[in-house]
């Protein structure tokens, strides 16, 4: 029997319910005579405080309210991937076939097709004992993603029958479990609830770098699969073209990009990208691998806040089939002032600037949700993590910053000044950091190359060492620097210029495939080298930096890969002729 | 005068008023629905109107519009129409004036109304947006060359006190243009809060240049209402979404001034007594402004679209006050307004380092503007933040230390702005010459410092190579 009431309070998208005694708290309520959705985030004595998922206008005192007696769950199955969902797992096309390109009110389609048929290739055999995340077959959801029909998490027992090969819809049997005298019926699809973690056997620390086709993340600030990342910024230092960047060029197997309380133009403009691109390195659309969640910042606010947790949720389904999983969140701080709204309403008492004092708990167990892990099955799967924060103001002393660095690993923090300069990725380098490189060293050195982590370093002292002199000319300026001092600044200027900065929107540039990164950076200090060699011998730096080779390093970001690759030993060598030649000259002035 | 809104007579009615508090009623009565439109009459007989922002079994919490001066508890009457707030819609609305809240001011008789949308609007399924991507010329170079807009676009101008924000805003109404198509725009003017000189000053502008049978006006002044501003940009954008998802038009909507807007807000949330956000501004300030700003966007398939150019006025120029700030969250970009330049004599003092538009990669190009466009204003932008540090250094060490390097981006910076940022108000620029001027400037530079230009396109535009001058 279902709990009924009737509302006593609307404002808002927040509805007080009364006589309601049995009601849960985090239940879904149908709310009003037109049922539309929402969610149990109070109770007292018979009173239940309930945000809707949908616009209020128009309910009123006395109208019912009835529980569903379940959670907010989302659907787990094939048809996923290159969908395009609400933050309460609306499919969005399916919407606009119900109800134009606006969104209607009371709609309340499957976010799985339930006609559409999908071939399984069932692997398991009958009378074998199954548990949560055994793997009874597998579908192919698109050309790149393998979904594998796992038993669901709270299910055990003895397989008693498995579906032949064939084509089934989500709904129908394909499996029989039986425990003791109960038979479970597995399905393509099952259900779980949003805000309750999925399990699995244990966490495993990260090693593995996630490539990204970033040059300065790659190389400086590199975030583990299975770790978080989070991106502070100003409006317009580019937190939104990163993040996309990431779900276009990260190496994941399966992307998830949540657009919580953003712009609708973005949304378009990357659901447009994503369709067209390939996959890096296949010829695989970016669109076969990404799901993406969105509620724009028109929608209403309490979706907003159940988004993350959407998002979050089926970025574990594919983690426990064995799956590399990256989860793009933005913006957390949406999502924030949506928890801040709900506070404010339930009249709780406020933290600090009006965010709920348990924020900071929120997020840890969002971001607790990442990791690289073990799962039921004992395959190794990951959630990666990377959530864009807005600080009002771009004051990073805020609430949501501060507690956001509290619980991530890598910290890209984005600058005012370089977008200005459309420097972009405008990512500070000096003060952002990545926790996760020294657990990662291993693998750079096997799978890249013996000295990264020294070239690496030298890279990072350079520009370490340009502001310090940066400074020292702001004092002094800039006649008191010696040539070679003068040589640093140029070195530095030409790895910001021609190594860190990246355009997001360059064919080629776009993604810089490590080796690429690698052998850049290489030749800019190989340079650096034979320069400051060559200063030292008295060669004026105006004639070392109008050497042809320097236009040709400061162009190799936008050679393609294959031709890069070729041209490095000859630019390798144009460094020691060219630069040897100056030395000639001067030695041979010195002489006459 | 009538109103622009549909009534429901039959609706129910109350002269139980309990409270009075700020721009807010409080009435007792039963059967109220949320955000419903109510009718206030005053005691001599006025007709106000309201909206429901809450409502218990009993209490209905009422916003006045028209504010609440001259109410009082006995003898003001209440109907509740059971409607949300409606504007009656047609393409009668064009050439037509009127007030903050939808009332004929412009002496004309009521237009006649094909249908009536909810002021609110509903948000556009993400799904069903196309992304802006058609580039619209204003004839203005820093903002075509650097900071293009888009059809679909929403693009504020943050500007201050004092500064030549409506001759801006004049300009491009007049200007503006979508390259190769004789399709004009539709002109939807939300005035919240401007003077009464301000007000009459763009509606003879908008006559002069003869756009005003194409533009329609909502004009809620200074002397009027502040809470009837919360009703102003919705009437607009009503507007608007009719002529552009209904008619199939292309409409041009100018909000200004925002921030009186945003304190019309923080004075309702003030009278409820809510907790404030940074400012005083209430925490779901970011929420409603979304609510306006997102109402910007073309559809899939679909032949019209709206695109707005908010103004706001920074408060002290500061552009962390939480109307900007939260403001440049929402919308795709801004242009902000240099109150130095505008001392030097810059016309329009429109800073480009700050400044931004984040459809610039979808507008611009090769079949759009030009294949150098996009490399080119990088250029600039970088020898223009090149040649601004420079200057600012050698203003505190002085220009002796200067090398030739360092020269040439000063200069640089100063002819840019002289050049390039600076124009007439009725200098309509096209694209190519916007990006010819850019050209110039960048010759004196040698070329091995214009590392973001491919080299092929410095074959082809570069005005040393003697081709295509502009």
Same mark, same amino acid.
């Given at each position: 029997?279902?709990?009924?009431?009737?509302?006593?309070?609307?404002?808002?998208?927040?509805?007080?319910?009364?006589?309601?005694?049995?009601?849960?708290?985090?239940?879904?309520?149908?709310?009003?005579?037109?049922?539309?959705?929402?969610?149990?985030?109070?109770?007292?004595?018979?009173?239940?405080?309930?945000?809707?998922?949908?616009?209020?206008?128009?309910?009123?005192?006395?109208?019912?309210?009835?529980?569903?007696?379940?959670?907010?769950?989302?659907?787990?199955?094939?048809?996923?991937?290159?969908?395009?969902?609400?933050?309460?797992?609306?499919?969005?096309?399916?919407?606009?076939?119900?109800?134009?390109?606006?969104?209607?009110?009371?709609?309340?389609?499957?976010? $799985?097709?339930?006609?559409?048929?999908?071939?399984?290739?069932?692997?398991?055999?009958?009378?074998?004992?199954?548990?949560?995340?055994?793997?009874?077959?597998?579908?192919?959801?698109?050309?790149?993603?393998?979904?594998?029909?796992?038993?669901?998490?709270?299910?055990?027992?003895?397989?008693?029958?498995?579906?032949?090969?064939?084509?089934?819809?989500?709904?129908?049997?394909?499996?029989?479990?039986?425990?003791?005298?109960?038979?479970?019926?597995?399905?393509?699809?099952?259900?779980?609830?949003?805000?309750?973690?999925?399990?699995?056997?244990?966490?495993?620390?990260?090693?593995?770098?996630?490539?990204?086709?970033?040059?300065?993340?790659?190389?400086?600030?590199?975030?583990?699969?299975?770790?978080?990342?989070?991106?502070?910024?100003?409006?317009?230092?580019?937190?939104?073209?990163?993040?996309?960047?990431?779900?276009?060029?990260?190496?994941?197997?399966?992307?998830?990009?949540?657009?919580?309380?953003?712009?609708?133009?973005?949304?378009?403009?990357?659901?447009?990208?994503?369709?067209?691109?390939?996959?890096?390195?296949?010829?695989?659309?970016?669109?076969?691998?990404?799901?993406?969640?969105?509620?724009?910042?028109?929608?209403?606010?309490?979706?907003?806040?159940?988004?993350?947790?959407?998002?979050?949720?089926?970025?574990?389904?594919?983690?426990?089939?064995?799956?590399?999983?990256?989860?793009?969140?933005?913006?957390?701080?949406?999502?924030?002032?949506?928890?801040?709204?709900?506070?404010?309403?339930?009249?709780?008492?406020?933290?600090?600037?009006?965010?709920?004092?348990?924020? /900071?708990?929120?997020?840890?167990?969002?971001?607790?949700?990442?990791?690289?892990?073990?799962?039921?099955?004992?395959?190794?799967?990951?959630?990666?993590?990377?959530?864009?924060?807005?600080?009002?103001?771009?004051?990073?002393?805020?609430?949501?910053?501060?507690?956001?660095?509290?619980?991530?690993?890598?910290?890209?923090?984005?600058?005012?000044?370089?977008?200005?300069?459309?420097?972009?990725?405008?990512?500070?380098?000096?003060?952002?950091?990545?926790?996760?490189?020294?657990?990662?060293?291993?693998?750079?050195?096997?799978?890249? /190359?013996?000295?990264?982590?020294?070239?690496?370093?030298?890279?990072?002292? $350079?520009?370490?060492?340009?502001?310090?002199?940066?400074?020292?000319?702001? $004092?002094?300026?800039?006649?008191?620097?010696?040539?070679?001092?003068?040589?640093?600044?140029?070195?530095?200027?030409?790895?910001?210029?021609?190594?860190?900065?990246?355009?997001?929107?360059?064919?080629?540039?776009?993604?810089?495939?490590?080796?690429?990164?690698?052998?850049?950076?290489?030749?800019?200090?190989?340079?650096?080298?034979?320069?400051?060699?060559?200063?030292?011998?008295?060669?004026?730096?105006?004639?070392?930096?109008?050497?042809?080779?320097?236009?040709?390093?400061?162009?190799?970001?936008?050679?393609?890969?294959?031709?890069?690759?070729?041209?490095?030993?000859?630019?390798?060598?144009?460094?020691?002729?060219?630069?040897?030649? $100056?030395?000639?000259?001067?030695?041979?002035?010195?002489?006459? | 005068?009538?109103?622009?809104?549909?009534?429901?007579?039959?609706?129910?009615?109350?002269?139980?008023?309990?409270?009075?508090? *700020?721009?807010?009623?409080?009435?007792?009565?039963?059967?109220?629905?949320?955000?419903?439109?109510?009718?206030?009459?005053?005691?001599?007989?006025?007709?106000?109107?309201?909206?429901?922002?809450?409502?218990?079994?009993?209490?209905?919490?009422?916003?006045?519009?028209?504010?609440?001066?001259?109410?009082?508890?006995?003898?003001?009457?209440?109907?509740?129409?059971?409607?949300?707030?409606?504007?009656?819609?047609?393409?009668? !609305?064009?050439?037509?004036?009127?007030?903050?809240?939808?009332?004929?001011?412009?002496?004309?008789?009521?237009?006649?109304?094909?249908?009536?949308?909810?002021?609110?609007?509903?948000?556009?399924?993400?799904?069903?947006?196309?992304?802006?991507?058609?580039?619209?010329?204003?004839?203005?170079?820093?903002?075509?060359?650097?900071?293009?807009?888009?059809?679909?676009?929403?693009?504020?101008?943050?500007?201050?006190?004092?500064?030549?924000?409506?001759?801006?805003?004049?300009?491009?109404?007049?200007?503006?243009?979508?390259?190769?198509?004789?399709?004009?725009?539709?002109?939807?003017?939300?005035?919240? *809060?401007?003077?009464?000189?301000?007000?009459?000053?763009?509606?003879?502008?908008?006559?002069?240049?003869?756009?005003?049978?194409?533009?329609?006006?909502?004009?809620?002044?200074?002397?009027?209402?502040?809470?009837?501003?919360?009703?102003?940009?919705?009437?607009?954008?009503?507007?608007?979404?009719?002529?552009?998802?209904?008619?199939?038009?292309?409409?041009?909507?100018?909000?200004?001034?925002?921030?009186?807007?945003?304190?019309?807000?923080?004075?309702?949330?003030?009278?409820?007594?809510?907790?404030?956000?940074?400012? *005083?501004?209430?925490?779901?300030?970011?929420?409603?402004?979304?609510?306006?700003?997102?109402?910007?966007?073309?559809?899939?398939?679909?032949?019209?679209?709206?695109?707005?150019?908010?103004?706001?006025?920074?408060?002290?120029?500061?552009?962390?006050?939480?109307?900007?700030?939260?403001?440049?969250?929402?919308?795709?970009?801004?242009?902000?307004?240099?109150?130095?330049?505008?001392?030097?004599?810059?016309?329009?003092?429109?800073?480009?380092?700050?400044?931004?538009?984040?459809?610039?990669?979808?507008?611009?190009?090769?079949?759009?503007?030009?294949?150098?466009?996009?490399?080119?204003?990088?250029?600039?932008?970088?020898?223009?933040?090149?040649?601004?540090?420079?200057?600012?250094?050698?203003?505190?060490?002085?220009?002796?230390?200067?090398?030739?390097?360092?020269?040439?981006?000063?200069?640089?910076?100063?002819?840019?702005?002289?050049?390039?940022?600076?124009?007439?108000?009725?200098?309509?620029?096209?694209?190519?010459?916007?990006?010819?001027?850019?050209?110039?400037?960048?010759?004196?530079?040698?070329?091995?410092?214009?590392?973001?230009?491919?080299?092929? !396109?410095?074959?082809?535009?570069?005005?040393?190579? *003697?081709?295509?001058?502009?």
């Amino acid at each position: 029997m279902p709990v009924r009431g009737i509302i006593s309070k609307v404002v808002g998208p927040f509805v007080t319910a009364k006589n309601v005694i049995g009601l849960h708290m985090y239940e879904l309520v149908r709310v009003g005579s037109e049922g539309i959705i929402g969610e149990v985030i109070g109770l007292s004595g018979d009173n239940a405080f309930i945000q809707v998922y949908e616009e209020t206008v128009g309910l009123r005192p006395g109208e019912p309210i009835e529980g569903t007696g379940k959670p907010l769950s989302v659907e787990l199955g094939p048809g996923l991937v290159g969908r395009m969902f609400d933050g309460i797992q609306r499919p969005l096309h399916v919407l606009q076939g119900m109800a134009g390109f606006f969104i209607r009110r009371g709609l309340t389609p499957n976010a $799985l097709d339930r006609g559409e048929k999908w071939f399984l290739h069932p692997t398991a055999e009958p009378g074998s004992k199954v548990s949560g995340g055994d793997v009874l077959g597998y579908v192919d959801e698109s050309p790149v993603v393998k979904h594998k029909i796992l038993v669901p998490p709270d299910v055990k027992g003895v397989l008693e029958y498995v579906a032949l090969e064939g084509e089934y819809t989500v709904e129908d049997d394909i499996a029989e479990v039986r425990w003791g005298g109960e038979r479970i019926c597995v399905k393509l699809m099952h259900s779980w609830p949003v805000r309750k973690p999925r399990p699995y056997r244990y966490k495993i620390p990260p090693d593995t770098p996630l490539i990204t086709g970033q040059r300065i993340i790659d190389t400086f600030f590199p975030v583990a699969k299975g770790g978080t990342a989070a991106v502070p910024g100003g409006f317009g230092t580019g937190k939104t073209v990163l993040q996309h960047t990431l779900a276009k060029y990260a190496d994941a197997d399966v992307a998830i990009f949540v657009g919580c309380g953003e712009r609708g133009n973005e949304m378009a403009g990357l659901i447009d990208e994503i369709s067209e691109l390939k996959i890096p390195g296949t010829d695989q659309s970016l669109l076969d691998r990404t799901i993406l969640i969105v509620n724009t910042s028109n929608m209403p606010i309490a979706a907003r806040e159940a988004s993350v947790y959407t998002g979050i949720t089926i970025a574990e389904y594919y983690r426990d089939m064995g799956y590399s999983v990256i989860l793009m969140a933005d913006s957390t701080s949406r999502w924030a002032e949506a928890l801040r709204e709900i506070c404010g309403r339930l009249e709780e008492m406020p933290g600090e600037e009006g965010y709920p004092a348990y924020l /900071t708990t929120r997020l840890a167990e969002f971001y607790a949700r990442a990791g690289r892990v073990v799962t039921l099955n004992g395959e190794e799967g990951s959630v990666t993590v990377i959530g864009a924060v807005s600080p009002p103001g771009a004051d990073f002393s805020e609430p949501v910053t501060q507690s956001t660095l509290r619980l991530v690993k890598v910290f890209w923090a984005l600058d005012f000044a370089l977008a200005h300069k459309r420097h972009f990725p405008a990512i500070n380098w000096l003060t952002s950091y990545s926790m996760y490189f020294d657990s990662m060293k291993n693998w750079y050195e096997k799978h890249v /190359t013996s000295d990264w982590v020294k070239v690496r370093e030298e890279a990072m002292n $350079l520009l370490r060492e340009e502001e310090e002199l940066r400074e020292l000319v702001a $004092l002094l300026g800039p006649e008191v620097l010696t040539e070679a001092q003068r040589l640093t600044l140029e070195m530095a200027r030409m790895i910001r210029e021609y190594f860190l900065r990246q355009s997001a929107f360059h064919p080629i540039d776009a993604y810089s495939p490590p080796d690429k990164t690698y052998h850049m950076l290489k030749l800019i200090l190989k340079l650096r080298e034979k320069m400051s060699d060559a200063v030292e011998r008295k060669v004026p730096l105006v004639e070392l930096l109008s050497l042809p080779i320097v236009e040709e390093i400061a162009r190799m970001k936008i050679l393609p890969y294959d031709e890069f690759k070729k041209s490095v030993e000859k630019m390798n060598s144009e460094i020691n002729e060219q630069i040897g030649r $100056l030395i000639e000259k001067v030695i041979r002035g010195e002489e006459a | 005068m009538k109103s622009q809104y549909k009534r429901v007579y039959s609706g129910l009615s109350f002269s139980t008023v309990k409270e009075i508090k *700020g721009p807010l009623l409080f009435v007792e009565a039963k059967g109220v629905s949320f955000g419903e439109l109510v009718e206030v009459t005053t005691p001599t007989g006025e007709e106000r109107l309201g909206q429901v922002i809450e409502v218990t079994e009993d209490i209905a919490s009422i916003q006045v519009f028209e504010g609440t001066s001259d109410l009082e508890v006995e003898k003001t009457r209440i109907r509740f129409t059971g409607e949300p707030v409606k504007l009656r819609v047609s393409m009668d !609305l064009l050439g037509r004036v009127f007030d903050g809240r939808g009332r004929v001011i412009d002496g004309g008789p009521e237009p006649i109304h094909v249908d009536e949308w909810n002021v609110h609007g509903a948000p556009i399924n993400p799904y069903s947006r196309a992304h802006p991507s058609e580039f619209i010329q204003t004839g203005i170079s820093v903002i075509d060359g650097m900071n293009p807009l888009v059809r679909g676009q929403k693009l504020p101008i943050f500007s201050g006190s004092g500064l030549p924000h409506m001759l801006l805003v004049s300009q491009i109404v007049r200007q503006a243009k979508v390259r190769g198509k004789g399709e004009e725009f539709v002109v939807v003017f939300g005035a919240m *809060g401007i003077t009464a000189d301000e007000a009459r000053w763009f509606r003879e502008d908008f006559e002069e240049m003869g756009v005003m049978d194409r533009t329609v006006m909502f004009v809620n002044l200074a002397e009027d209402p502040a809470i009837e501003r919360l009703l102003t940009p919705r009437l607009a954008l009503t507007a608007a979404e009719y002529f552009s998802f209904e008619q199939h038009m292309h409409v041009l909507v100018i909000l200004s001034d925002m921030t009186y807007y945003a304190e019309a807000l923080r004075e309702v949330s003030a009278a409820r007594e809510e907790v404030p956000g940074r400012r *005083g501004y209430p925490g779901y300030m970011y929420t409603d402004l979304a609510s306006i700003y997102e109402r910007a966007g073309r559809i899939r398939g679909g032949r019209g679209s709206v695109t707005q150019i908010p103004v706001l006025t920074m408060p002290e120029d500061d552009i962390t006050h939480p109307i900007p700030d939260l403001t440049g969250y929402i919308t795709e970009g801004q242009l902000i307004m240099d109150r130095d330049l505008h001392r030097r004599g810059v016309y329009p003092p429109i800073n480009p380092l700050p400044s931004l538009s984040r459809l610039m990669d979808a507008g611009i190009g090769s079949g759009k503007t030009r294949k150098d466009h996009k490399q080119l204003s990088d250029q600039l932008y970088y020898c223009y933040a090149e040649g601004v540090a420079i200057r600012e250094a050698a203003m505190i060490s002085g220009e002796a230390g200067l090398t030739e390097r360092d020269k040439l981006y000063y200069n640089f910076a100063d002819e840019f702005e002289r050049r390039f940022i600076n124009q007439g108000v009725y200098d309509d620029r096209d694209i190519e010459e916007t990006l010819s001027i850019g050209w110039e400037l960048l010759a004196p530079f040698p070329e091995v410092e214009l590392a973001r230009i491919d080299p092929s !396109l410095i074959k082809e535009f570069h005005p040393r190579h *003697g081709l295509r001058r502009g």
